[in-house]
């Protein structure tokens, strides 16, 4: 097994406003130049929201083709896409599924209905199913977002089901208002509640993505970071962009012992066929 470390870029989100940072990346060509900088810095994965150029978060086809050619066109190695399924608060599941139109190696399944902040994040059992099964359908590698701990159990619902066959890989998102805390004991119970197998992220919201990613490197997890969970680099500052957040990562990490994996190096641990990337409908 790898002790490799995959680093997800979530470059963009769909709440994060230009005006609580300007370093938001919202265009295509931004967004394009933004993953370029994080491959470079050791991301090896983009978790992808698009918006429109008032920074409205949509879920828009054009938008996602227009990003996706973008970061092709941007990157000298294609990073693992992986497009949100997501969305913003409030958005249908027709909205929310359009992405895979584009047949991206990855994206998002979220596994169940949260508090988020003042509003609900509404993902039900139907709502999963039909999201598993166009994955499946497609050849989509699910990312199984879990914001708190029953969201493990839902996953694993769909898995005794018959729906997510092989390979499991989950993104435990801590700290959302509403949601399970950020905690390193909320991740120790995340953590061992996982299928046997599964390989996991930590994605910690605003101060906790420092000191979660920090736990999940010795535990042997890997990292998302990101203007979308967080815009600081420290405490009253401002990060100039994503880049430097997987940059700091990847020098903890190094001090672990762990080098982050290249792309393809994700798809071999992830259980993405190296060719698989061929089927991305970019036009
Ligand atoms: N924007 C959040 C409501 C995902 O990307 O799949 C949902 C989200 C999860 O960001
Ligand atoms: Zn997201």
Same mark, same amino acid.
């Given at each position: 097994m790898s002790n490799k470390l995959i680093i997800t870029a979530a470059i963009c989100g769909a709440e994060t406003t230009r005006k609580e940072t300007p370093h938001l990346p919202v265009t295509a060509k931004e967004l394009g130049d933004e993953a370029r900088r994080c &491959?470079?810095?050791?991301?090896?994965?983009?978790? &992808?929201h698009v918006r429109k150029p008032d920074g409205t978060p949509t879920q828009e086809l054009g938008?996602?083709?227009?990003?996706?050619?973008?970061?092709?066109?941007?990157?000298?190695?294609?990073?693992?896409i992986q497009p949100s399924t997501g969305g913003a608060v409030g958005m249908t599941f027709d909205e929310r599924a359009q992405p895979l139109e584009l047949?991206?190696?990855m994206a998002t399944l979220d596994c169940g209905t949260v508090n988020f902040g003042d509003e609900i994040f509404v993902n039900d059992l139907p709502m999963m199913r039909a999201f598993a099964d166009r994955m499946v359908k497609i050849g989509t590698i699910p990312e199984l977002e879990c914001f708190d701990l029953g969201h493990i159990h839902n996953a694993e619902i769909l898995i005794k089901e018959g729906r997510l066959r092989g390979h499991c890989h989950f993104d435990l998102v801590l700290g959302v208002p509403g949601a399970m805390n950020g905690s390193a004991d909320s991740l120790f119970k995340m953590v061992s509640s996982l299928p046997a197998g599964a390989t996991w992220t930590v994605a910690g919201v605003g101060r906790f993505e420092l000191p979660l990613a920090c736990v999940a490197l010795g535990m042997g997890g890997h990292v998302r970071v990101g203007l979308e969970d967080n815009i600081f680099y420290r405490k009253g500052e401002l990060s100039k962009g994503n880049a430097p957040l997987v940059e700091r990562i990847v020098r903890i990490a190094r001090e672990l012992g762990r080098e982050p994996a290249a792309?393809?190096? @994700?798809?071999?641990?992830?259980?993405? @066929?190296?060719?698989?990337?061929?089927?991305?409908?970019?036009?």
């Open positions: &491959l470079e810095a050791g991301a090896s994965i983009i978790h &992808l938008f996602f083709r227009d990003a996706f050619i973008a970061i092709r066109d941007a990157c000298l190695e294609l990073p693992i047949c991206p190696e792309p393809d190096e @994700a798809r071999e641990m992830l259980g993405i @066929a190296k060719n698989r990337k061929n089927k991305i409908k970019f036009e």
